[in-house]
């Protein structure tokens, strides 16, 4: 396996597949679930994502830490197979009995019971996991569940389905903002999670590259399928059908960071249609959609501007702001130009989704 991976590091693709099926062949399970994400996204192999998720289940049944987390996001992300919410949190439920602070720090976040969320927010936050630290508090640290089932059995879901208030900003371009979309724990878990892997914000130029740009100064963290969890798929399910929008053809959930003096120039977020951007296009379709939700308070500044609009949103935090970038028959919308203002005093954060028409995931189908 190491070898798989140091030669796929190296471009070796053919090189890099034949040994991670050996390793995976010969029963190693960390290889299986690699082998089965490879699959999954038709990294280095042709896409199959049933193949990859029976790969990935195998890894997770027994007992491999990756093949866990890998099997938690493709269930509750309906990536490849069914959403089946149960049996992810039966996977985190596995993975915190191994040790798992960050599945351990899930269980307690999503916990009904307070008194077991408080010892599974205690077991992660021994392992050092940021979020669950953050969770904790000053709270002072309890014992271990001895009942990791306990404490899956009590998780309370209807954060993630509380009604949805849509108000109309604007009809043309359409325009919605959505209150109390996000409830604060929530918010808090997408920044702590976010803040140690932020980096600079990039710009899509002429040339159809992404490159860092004066025009963008904020920071941002963009969750890939790795990079995910069951927390963070139930959100990308949330703020979906918030959206109005198939869960698969959002792009990977964003959380940008603001500090003062930061800003986001004005800018469109659809794709242009050049030559460059030919190919993406093809493949991912066009960007129609951006849902923005707003996780903090406690700064100055910081509106989302819509200068061609003469207007300005800035929702509290767990609110959602809706809006798309093209017109209803498809066509680029330049009057969707917007910014992303500095901040005069404190940090903002907020959390930015982009749809396409095409999906990017593979789904059960």
Not at 227 to 235: K, R
Not at 263 to 282: C, F, K, S, V
């Amino acid at each position: 396996m190491a070898l798989a991976e140091a030669l796929d590091n190296q471009g070796q693709d053919k090189a890099a597949l034949d040994w991670m099926v050996r390793a995976a062949h010969g029963g190693w399970m960390p290889a299986v679930s690699r082998l089965g994400l490879w699959q999954l996204v038709g990294h280095i192999t042709p896409q199959a994502p049933a193949l990859g998720v029976g790969r990935i289940i195998q890894a997770a049944q027994a007992g491999d830490p990756f093949g866990l987390h890998l099997a938690a996001i493709v269930d509750s992300g309906a990536i490849g197979t069914p959403r089946n919410i149960g049996r992810a949190i039966f996977w985190l439920a596995r993975a915190a009995q191994l040790g798992d602070g960050r599945a351990a720090c899930q269980l307690g976040l999503l916990c009904g019971d307070k008194k077991l969320a408080h010892a599974a927010l205690s077991a992660a936050a021994a392992t050092g996991f940021e979020p669950a630290l953050a969770a904790l508090g000053d709270r002072a640290p309890v014992d271990a569940p001895a009942d990791w089932d306990a404490v899956a059995a009590a998780a309370d879901l209807s954060a993630f389905a509380a009604p949805v208030q849509r108000i109309v900003e604007s009809e043309s371009p359409r325009i919605l903002s959505i209150p109390d979309l996000l409830p604060t724990w929530i918010c808090d878990y997408a920044m702590a999670l976010a803040e140690p892997a932020l980096g600079r914000g990039l710009v899509l130029v002429d040339d159809g590259t992404e490159q860092v740009q004066g025009e963008r100064s904020n920071r941002v963290m963009h969750f890939g399928l790795v990079d995910s969890d069951v927390i963070l798929e139930l959100v990308n399910l949330r703020v979906a059908q918030a959206a109005g929008m198939p869960p698969e053809n959002a792009e990977g959930l964003g959380v940008l960071h603001y500090a003062p003096g930061e800003r986001y120039r004005p800018h469109m977020d659809y794709i242009p249609d050049t030559p460059a951007n030919a190919q993406q296009l093809a493949v991912m379709g066009q960007r129609v959609r951006t849902l923005l939700v707003y996780l903090n308070d406690g700064y100055e500044g910081g509106a989302t501007l819509f200068p061609r609009l003469e207007a300005a949103f800035r929702p509290a935090p767990g609110g959602a702001l809706v809006f798309d970038s093209v017109t209803e028959d498809g066509a680029m919308d330049p009057r969707t130009l917007h910014e992303g203002s500095p901040t005069t005093a404190g940090e903002k954060w907020i959390i930015s989704k982009w749809f396409r028409t095409k999906a990017l995931r593979p789904t059960a189908s």
